[in-house]
């Protein structure tokens, strides 16, 4: 039976065309030049990643060798222990006795040239060496002990490979017949390979197997305190009242622009600026980590304030008409309020900026902290350096042997960044409130 209210529903067309790659104009060489433009991408990151991979893996190469140290375990006969006893441990002749005691090792060995080619052997401190480990053992007879001493830089490089052999049995600064000595200490087992503590203990020194990062760690520690502590106040206080207290204006905007262009100025600038302020019109002490840390402030403080005032203005406005509506004051609205809120983006900003000074060096060459410091620093008044011009100066060393010290130095450097950036990372997941 005929129903009026049925209409039959058209079914589709499936003979319709659709819309392809090559129905309109121009689709397939966007879609080309969309996969061109995804490929370069990837191309730029893998480059960059393999960059970075290289330039780690070639400075831990030829960094490794600076935290490994060879030492020579050397027996000192009971003659010789016996003259220690009779002139006192503490007033013994110790610079004698261990060349004596190298004499001993090796009986054969006559004339001057040979014996100062012999004393090399060990580092310049092998009297002290000496000294300290017969009084640590304080021996009440003259039986044979053993003392370890430091090679020298030389035998350390040889020992670890990092010299090439000549055909007339040299080996970098090392001739003939010191490497047939240090050949024939190897045989005996009188050679050591161990960790290198020194090197986070000792401070600078002339002789690369005796220099340390102690006085350079020291010194950046210093110097980063009192930038955090003056960058920090005086930036977060001024980005504050720039963004909640100061009327919008010609002249705010005047110093808005004037910041953010102060963040983009060369390093060095803000050395010449220590130098003519702390150093040339205060007089303050040349070197002192005091100076490093109000010139390293000046610089970070531009980044600091702008981190800040993002962070500020992350903070919805219905925070801020939430505490109005309490009845609080506009002070106790920023500081009770939106400040809290704020802080961790600050906080990030501010170990952004900490851990930039930390790698700065122009600064510091300007105001006088490339001075070879022999002391690890007690407080920000004493002379100082950082690791940055730790490494310029290694750097720049004619001792070959300086060069894995040099490449030690930037590991540690680029360890203490990551660790800065690890934190900063840490604490804006912790702390990062969505609105």
């Not at 004499?103 to 009297?127: C, H, N, Q």
């Not at 002070?331 to 400040?339: A, D, E, K, L």
Request: aromatic share 8%; glycine share 8%; proline share 5%.
């Amino acid at each position: 039976m005929y129903n009026p209210m049925y209409k039959s529903e058209k079914k589709p067309d499936n003979t319709a065309s659709k819309l392809s790659t090559g129905s309109l104009p121009g689709v397939a060489k966007r879609h080309r030049s969309e996969r061109m433009f995804k490929a370069t991408g990837l191309i730029a990151i893998a480059g960059g990643l393999l960059f970075l991979l290289f330039v780690l893996v070639s400075i831990g190469i030829s960094g490794i060798g600076a935290f490994k140290k060879t030492y020579i375990n050397l027996p000192v006969p009971s003659t010789i222990m016996q003259q220690v006893l009779d002139s006192g441990i503490d007033d013994a002749d110790y610079y004698s006795l261990n060349r004596k005691a190298l004499r001993e090792r090796f009986p054969d060995i006559s004339g001057r040239r040979d014996k100062r080619a012999l004393y090399r052997l060990v580092s310049a401190i092998a009297e002290f060496e000496m000294k300290d480990q017969v009084v640590e053992l304080a021996p009440t007879t003259n039986a044979p002990i053993t003392i370890k001493f430091t090679a020298s830089d030389d035998v350390d490089m040889y020992i670890k490979g990092t010299v090439d052999v000549a055909e007339s049995g040299a080996a970098g600064r090392l001739n003939a017949k010191q490497v047939d000595l240090v050949n024939t200490l190897k045989q005996a087992g009188a050679i050591e390979v161990g960790f290198n503590w020194g090197f986070f203990t000792n401070s600078d020194s002339r002789d690369p197997e005796l220099a340390g990062i102690k006085g350079a760690f020291m010194g950046s520690l210093f110097t980063l305190l009192v930038c955090l502590v003056l960058s920090f106040v005086v930036g977060v206080m001024s980005a504050i009242y720039l963004e909640e207290f100061a009327r919008k204006n010609k002249f705010t905007s005047f110093i808005e622009v004037n910041i953010n262009n102060l963040a983009a100025v060369p390093s060095i600038v803000y050395g010449l600026l220590g130098l003519a302020i702390f150093l040339g019109f205060f007089g303050m002490p040349r070197s002192a980590s005091l100076v490093g840390g109000l010139t390293l402030a000046l610089m970070t403080l531009p980044t600091i304030i702008i981190a800040s005032r993002i962070s500020l203005q992350s903070v919805p406005l219905s925070i801020r008409e939430a505490a109005y509506g309490l009845g609080a004051t506009q002070v106790q609205m920023v500081f009770h309020h939106v400040f809290p809120l704020a802080l961790p983006g600050m906080l990030t900003g501010t170990i952004i900026g900490m851990a930039r000074a930390l790698g700065e060096t122009a600064p510091l060459l300007m105001i006088g902290m490339v001075a070879f410091i022999a002391d690890a620093p007690s407080n920000i008044m004493d002379p100082a350096t950082t690791l940055p011009v730790q490494v310029y100066l290694w750097a720049d060393s004619p001792e070959r042997a300086f060069m894995e010290k040099t490449s030690g130095a930037i590991l540690v450097l680029i360890a203490t960044l990551i660790a800065f950036n690890l934190v900063a990372v840490v604490l804006r997941k912790k702390f990062e409130k969505r609105w």
